[in-house]
Nanobody, 118 residues
Framework: QVQLVESGGGLVQAGGSLRLSCEAP????????MAWFSQAPGKERAFVAS????????YYADSVKGRFTISRDNAENTVYLQMDSLKPEDTALYYC???????????WGQGTQVTVSS
């Protein structure tokens, strides 16, 4: 069982910043990409951002473009999500996900709560 370890969530005021981290264990499989998803109460899980492990190409949901930045540390098998200019509507449980084949996400973290107060 592959366990992704997330950290960095918390309570912040609107306009503030948070940085999420997600560490993947060192295994024999290769990482194709990693991503962040969010799930607000009563809503479906939604894509936030992803990053290709080789080359570092990034993708973002329209709702976070210009405010969130995804990055990675290949040596540490860690992906980050820098969240700036946070809005109350960003409040959600944020999940880290890992893909070994770039087609589907094979492994998921437990989630870290982000709460933005107005």
């Amino acid at each position: 069982q592959v366990q992704l370890v997330e950290s960095g969530g918390g309570l912040v005021q609107a306009g503030g910043s948070l940085r999420l981290s997600c560490e993947a264990p060192r295994r024999t499989f290769s990482i194709a990409k990693m991503a962040w998803f969010s799930q607000a109460p009563g809503k479906e899980r939604a894509f936030v951002a992803s990053i290709r492990w080789s080359g570092g190409k990034t993708y973002y949901a329209d709702s976070v473009k210009g405010r969130f930045t995804i990055s990675r540390d290949n040596a540490e098998n860690t992906v980050y999500l820098q969240m700036d200019s946070l809005k109350p509507e960003d409040t959600a449980l944020y999940y880290c996900a890992l893909s070994t084949d770039a087609l589907r996400y094979n492994y998921w973290g437990q989630g870290t709560q982000v709460t933005v107060s107005s």
